[in-house]
Structure formats: structure tokens, C-alpha cells
């Protein structure tokens, strides 16, 4: 899993690729939430999930975590482009509220 910014034009946007499983979510947790909040300024941040390969319960839960931890630092945070699998695990689980989605 990489999450990368989309450009310097846009510093509040970043991009997620990759799998975002039980076997990736784990590498690098601390450091993703500080380089959103360093993004964050006046502006939502906006992560974009367009090239996820492959999602599961545990990459439900990594996004989920994510948005707890960036409320918990009063940073704005949308979805966007995620993948029907990632909309369908969070229907199932019934958070699908949870997961603000552009």
C-alpha cells in the first residue's frame, strides 16, 4: 500500500494504491495520519481510492481508524473513488455511515 499526494497543486489530496489488507495496513500507520494533518490547512483533506487493487475487513477498519484519528486532530477528511468492494464490506459491518464518501 502506498499513499502518495496527488500533486503540490493540490497538498490536501492523496492517493491510496495498492492492497489495503491485514497483511499492508500495519506498515507505516503513525506517519500516514501526520503527513494528512500536515495537509490539512484550511482545506478538507480528500484521499483518493481509485487504485485499490484489493480491499478487506482490516482495510475497512485501517480507513475507519484513519478518519477517527484525523477528527481527533480536527482535520476534514473525504473518500473519494472508493472501490464497491470497500462499500460493500462497510454495509455488511453496518458503518457504512461512518465513511464519508465524495
Known amino acids: 500500500m502506498q499513499l502518495l499526494k496527488v500533486s503540490n497543486d493540490a497538498p490536501n489530496v492523496f492517493l491510496l494504491s495498492g492492497e489495503l489488507n491485514r497483511i ?14 500536515k495537509a490539512a490547512k484550511q482545506q478538507p483533506v480528500i484521499l483518493d481510492l481509485r487504485q485499490i487493487e484489493q480491499v ?12 477517527r484519528d484525523c477528527k481527533a486532530q480536527n482535520v476534514s477528511f473525504t473518500l473519494k473513488n472508493v472501490p464497491q468492494t470497500l462499500i460493500n464490506l462497510a454495509k455488511i459491518s453496518d458503518v457504512e455511515g461512518l465513511i464519508p464518501l465524495q
Open 24 to 37: 499492508t495496513v500495519n506498515d507505516g500507520w503513525p506517519h500516514r495520519v501526520e503527513e494528512i494533518k
Open 56 to 67: 478487506d475487513t482490516a482495510g475497512l477498519a485501517w480507513i475507519i481508524n484513519l478518519l
